[in-house]
């Protein structure tokens, strides 16, 4: 069936928020000046979405699985795969992937700074002096992705994918012993223990991390494996649900889903995935895609990176850049484009983490029941006339306006 019309799933990384007391008790969403989301929420149909399910803290990964049509719970592997593959890793039937953190850590190994003050260069210098490394069997590959991140792939024989985190998540612990549940996985876990040594002894006497400790900032003096997983098996979004599709997203993370997924994945100069981020450069690649592909999926990235830095004013910033941005998308989309606005997952700042917190949502376009909200925002979008709904019913509510969607019965 060919599409009648384009689609765009626009999503704020994070976006969902709590009351803040310094925002007049509004969340950063309420307190941004956003006259283009207000403008979809009054044309459009408003209502809050549980990206996986209510209560559950979503990932990037599994949130964005869920609301391009998978359920992450039957084909979720683990975020590595997807981390790997976005920034050009290779990862093969056999491998186990993993996502990573550069760190700093004291002579004791206790984890100072989850993100090694946000390195922003010089991380492709580090991975250098690792990548090809050999422990026993096993080949250890390794590329820088953006600022602070990097995917890992193990390549060897034997090797399992059910293993503990070398990240402790959270400063002032120390780095735990990975740990493996299976015999193929505790091979997996050795060989993780031993690069983990490894990455520290090599880098904390690498002159960029010299460099940035004569110069006060933090070193990122160790390399910290988490999300372990083999590749998944999804088929081709155009295959399930013959739309072409482009994927116009800032993090390695999402951009693997969009290569597993066989997207035309778009990179944009100037897009970090940081505050900094070239937002309406964003905005014009997508009003680009649009006129090529049937469905375009974007996610910008600034709202969760305010969120886990407890910085509620440069959340309200991104989210008001963001509304300029959906403005220019307005008056250049092609006739009959459907627009969905949401966020994958809540990052409130106090928590500075993912919450399980629903995020609202509103879909815009012809023919879509208009409902009494004239507010995008976290309560204002739960009056809507879409109610709550799940992240898997996002693509279902898309295909059905694009009449792509086959009847289920007669």
């Not at 459009?44 to 803290?57: K, L, N, Q, V, W």
């Not at 593959?85 to 004791?108: K, M, P, S, W, Y």
């Not at 375009?296 to 407890?310: E, I, Q, R, S, T």
């Amino acid at each position: 069936m060919q599409a009648e019309g384009k689609a765009l799933v626009l999503i704020g990384d994070g976006l969902g928020d709590w009351p803040i007391e310094a925002l007049g008790d509004r969340t950063p969403l309420e307190a941004a000046q956003r006259p283009n989301m207000n403008r979809l929420a009054a044309e459009g149909e408003s209502g809050i979405m549980d990206p996986i399910a209510p209560g559950i803290r979503a990932g990037s990964d599994t949130a964005h699985l869920a609301m391009l049509g998978y359920d992450p719970f039957e084909v979720y592997t683990g975020r590595g795969p997807f981390e790997a593959a976005g920034i050009g890793l290779d990862v093969q039937q056999g491998d186990v992937a993993f996502r990573c953190n550069f760190a700093t850590v004291d002579e004791n190994m206790v984890v100072l700074d989850r993100r090694a003050g946000r390195i922003e260069s010089g991380t492709d210098q580090l991975v250098a002096a690792l990548n090809g490394m050999q422990i026993g069997d096993v080949t250890v590959l390794i590329k820088e992705s953006v600022a602070h991140r990097a995917g890992m792939v193990l390549r060897g024989p034997g090797l399992g994918a059910k293993v503990t985190d070398a990240d402790p998540h959270a400063e002032g612990a120390k780095v735990p012993t990975v740990e493996g549940s299976d015999e193929p996985s505790r091979k997996t876990a050795r060989i993780i223990n031993e690069f983990v040594r490894r990455s520290y002894d090599i880098l904390k006497e690498h002159p960029v991390n010299k460099k940035r400790e004569q110069e006060g900032l933090k070193p990122a003096n160790i390399i910290l494996p988490r999300g372990a997983g083999y590749a998944p098996h999804l088929g081709s979004f155009q295959g399930r649900t013959g739309l072409s599709a482009a994927c116009i997203v800032e993090v390695g993370l999402v951009k693997g889903i969009g290569r597993y997924l066989s997207m035309d994945v778009i990179d944009v100069p100037g897009a970090t995935g940081g505050l900094d981020t070239d937002v309406m450069a964003i905005g014009r690649a997508v009003i680009d895609a649009l006129q090529t592909h049937d469905f375009v999926l974007c996610n910008v990235k600034g709202p969760d990176v305010a969120g886990h830095d407890n910085n509620p004013s440069a959340k309200v910033e991104i989210i008001e850049r963001m509304d300029q941005m959906l403005g220019m998308i307005l008056e250049n989309i092609p006739p009959k484009t459907y627009i969905v606005l949401t966020g994958d997952h809540s990052t409130p700042c106090p928590y500075m983490d993912h919450s399980g917190d629903p995020v609202p949502v509103v879909i815009w376009g012809p023919g879509v029941r208009t409902d009494s909200v004239t507010d995008f925002g976290e309560r204002s979008a739960a009056r809507g006339g879409m109610g709550r709904i799940r992240g898997k019913d996002i693509l279902n509510i898309l295909t059905g306006f694009l009449k792509v969607q086959e009847k289920f019965g007669a």
